[in-house]
């Protein structure tokens, strides 16, 4: 499997700032990365599909002009949350599609990043 | 869209006993099925998976079978131990058709000594 790390693990910060979140793929280079949000006690809920040089796919119902996402790199993605507010407090991963060894459609997931706005 | 059903949502058993968590997925396209987990305050772990090909995986303690017909799928773990305790979620995928996976809502296992 692929080794993904993430940056911060958390963080906290005011209501109206932004935050940027990175994702990066040690061991691997990842064409396609996703991310996800995990409020507690839920399960994942897909947010966006990263795709590297080009622009993301959000998920229905995702702001993308408040999670803004870049994926400038095969070994780097960045969600940013845009202003953020109390209710973007959550539990955001990232994963990496596919991975050396691997069968296609395999995704291994970061260790997370835990946000929270006050 | 794909919708991925998981029960029970908790599950307690003594060390040692078998576990069982059962998956059904909508849509006859999806071809791929992720066992994750997830321990707390930690991202998902994979830890078995199954392709629609085949109908049985197993990985040591851990096995995966897959009923195609009837659109479901179940994770077996034989001989918990407490380490075994943690959150695990099914997933469901069409593997080159965007591979986005569609989680089920999870089974909080708790193995007790």
């Known amino acids: 499997g692929a080794v993904v790390s993430q940056h911060p693990s958390w963080v906290i910060c005011k209501s109206g700032t932004s935050v940027k979140i990175e994702c990066r793929s040690l061991?691997?280079?990842?064409?396609?990365m996703f991310w996800y949000r995990q409020f507690p006690k839920q399960s994942l809920m897909l947010m966006a599909t990263?795709?590297?040089?080009?622009?993301?796919?959000?998920e229905q119902g995702v702001e993308k002009d408040k999670f803004l996402i870049n994926h400038a790199s095969l070994t780097l993605s960045t969600l940013t949350v845009t202003s953020a507010h109390p209710e973007d407090s959550s539990f955001y991963i990232c994963?990496?599609?596919?991975?050396?060894?691997?069968?296609?459609?395999?995704?291994?997931f970061g260790p997370g990043t835990r946000l929270l706005v006050l | 869209g794909e919708n991925v059903e998981q029960h029970p949502s908790t599950l307690s058993v003594q060390e040692g006993d078998s576990a069982v968590i059962k998956c059904t997925y909508s849509?006859?396209?999806?071809?791929?099925f992720p066992w994750y987990k997830q321990e707390l305050g930690k991202g998902p772990q994979l830890i078995i998976d199954?392709?629609?090909?085949?109908g049985e995986k197993k990985d040591q303690r851990i096995a995966v079978t897959l009923n195609k017909t009837a659109k479901h799928f179940s994770l077996h773990i034989t001989e918990t131990q407490p380490e075994d305790s943690a959150v695990y979620f099914c997933?469901?995928?069409?593997?080159?058709?965007?591979?986005?996976?569609?989680f089920g809502t999870g089974t909080q296992l708790k193995v007790e000594l």
């Open positions: 994963s990496v599609l596919g991975a050396s060894g691997s069968p296609s459609g395999s995704q291994y």
């Open positions: 199954i392709r629609s090909n085949v």
């Open positions: 990263s795709n590297e040089g080009s622009k993301a796919t959000y």
């Open positions: 997933a469901a995928s069409l593997t080159g058709g965007g591979n986005k996976l569609t």
């Open positions: 061991d691997f280079q990842a064409t396609t």
């Open positions: 849509d006859s396209a999806s071809n791929y």
